[in-house]
C-alpha cells in the first residue's frame, strides 16, 4: 500500500516562494507518475502538475505554468512543488497523488484528473495572505 505524506505548507506572504514536498513510500512500481491537485476554500480540487518518472516528462495547469515546477528526487522517492510569486489565489490544500504505470503510453496531459490517480496523501495547507 502506498503512503504518501506531504509537507512544506504554511502562511505565507504575497511575492513568497514555497517549496512542497511529498514523500511516498510502500512501493516505487505504484508510483510511475506523481502530481499535485489543490483545493481552494468553497471550489473542487483542481489539477496543478504531473511528473513521469522514467523521462522526467512534466506537464502543468495553463493557470499556474510558468510558477509552478514539479520536480522529484528518485532516491528518495519524493516529488516537489516548488512555487513562486505566491498569490492570494494560491490558497488551498495541496495534495500529492500517484499511481502505477499505465497500460498505454499516453501523453501527460491526459492525466490531469482526479480518477487517474489511485493514491493520495491528506494534504498540507497554504495560505497566502498580507
Known amino acids: 500500500q502506498v503512503q504518501l505524506v506531504e509537507s512544506g505548507g504554511g502562511l505565507v506572504q504575497p511575492g513568497d516562494s514555497l517549496r512542497l514536498s511529498c514523500a511516498a513510500s510502500?512501493?516505487?512500481?505504484?508510483?510511475?507518475?506523481m502530481a499535485w491537485f489543490r483545493q481552494a476554500p468553497g471550489k473542487e480540487r483542481e489539477f496543478v502538475a504531473t511528473?513521469?518518472?522514467?523521462?522526467?516528462?512534466?506537464y502543468y495547469a495553463e493557470p499556474v505554468a510558468g510558477r509552478f515546477t514539479i520536480s522529484g528526487d528518485n532516491a528518495k522517492n519524493s516529488v516537489y512543488l516548488q512555487v513562486v510569486n505566491l498569490k492570494p489565489e494560491d490558497t488551498a490544500v495541496y495534495y500529492c497523488a500517484a499511481r502505477g504505470r499505465p497500460r498505454y503510453t499516453l501523453p501527460l496531459r491526459t492525466f490531469k484528473h482526479e480518477s487517474n490517480y489511485d493514491y493520495w496523501g491528506p494534504g498540507t495547507q497554504v495560505t497566502v495572505s498580507s
Open positions: 510502500g512501493g516505487t512500481e505504484s508510483t510511475y507518475m
Open positions: 511528473m513521469r518518472w522514467s523521462d522526467g516528462g512534466t
